[in-house]
């Protein structure tokens, strides 16, 4: 069975007005029409099988406003296309979902620094912040999951809830 798992993803992290459109349309290259790209490549190949996965990795600020709006509106947008995709090709036995995590503690969140690692934090009911083993769950919840097309879940210690 073919697995594509589109996990492509970078953010300006500045306001909107201060982007060139070089910027922004970066951000909506790599995370969005690198997500379409991927999936018209991979995609024959799995109707030829009758069969495969599709996970795309998301995030909450598809859901949830945050001061980088190129990134939520290129995360929203890979929800969506999930969301069609998995109508479009549910008949060839294609599962098609999306993780869309919270804050995750990473090499690459540490640019963030310190405050905003108390902040996520302080917002989770738990009182806690992500890490790399709950991605690693939810991708293989999803990768196993034989019945379940067209679903976001979303590791992220109950900061956004929906």
């Known amino acids: 069975m073919a697995v594509l798992i589109n996990n492509a993803g970078i953010s300006n992290f500045k306001p909107f007005l201060t982007l060139t459109p070089q910027e ?3 951000v909506v290259k790599v995370d969005y029409i690198g997500t379409l790209n991927c999936c018209h490549v991979l995609g024959p190949i799995m109707i030829k099988q009758n069969s495969g996965v599709v996970i795309t990795i998301a995030s909450t600020a598809a859901f949830r406003p945050s001061p980088h709006a190129d990134y939520c ?8 296309f999930n969301r069609a995709l998995a109508t479009e090709w549910g008949k060839y036995n294609i599962r098609c979902n999306v ?3 919270g804050y995750i503690q990473t090499e690459g969140t540490e640019v963030l620094g310190p405050q905003v690692l108390e902040m996520v934090k302080a917002q989770s009911p738990m009182k806690v912040v992500g890490h790399i083993r709950d991605m690693q769950q939810a991708l293989t919840y999803l990768l196993r999951a034989e019945n379940m097309t067209g679903a976001t879940i979303s ?7 929906f």
Not at 73 to 80: E, L, P, R, S
Not at 155 to 161: D, E, Q, S
Request: hydrophobic share 45%; glycine share 14%.
């Open 155 to 161: 590791p992220n210690c109950g900061v956004f809830m």
């Open 99 to 101: 993780i869309a995590p």
């Open 24 to 26: 922004y349309e970066n």
């Open 73 to 80: 509106g290129a995360k929203g947008a890979q929800v969506a």
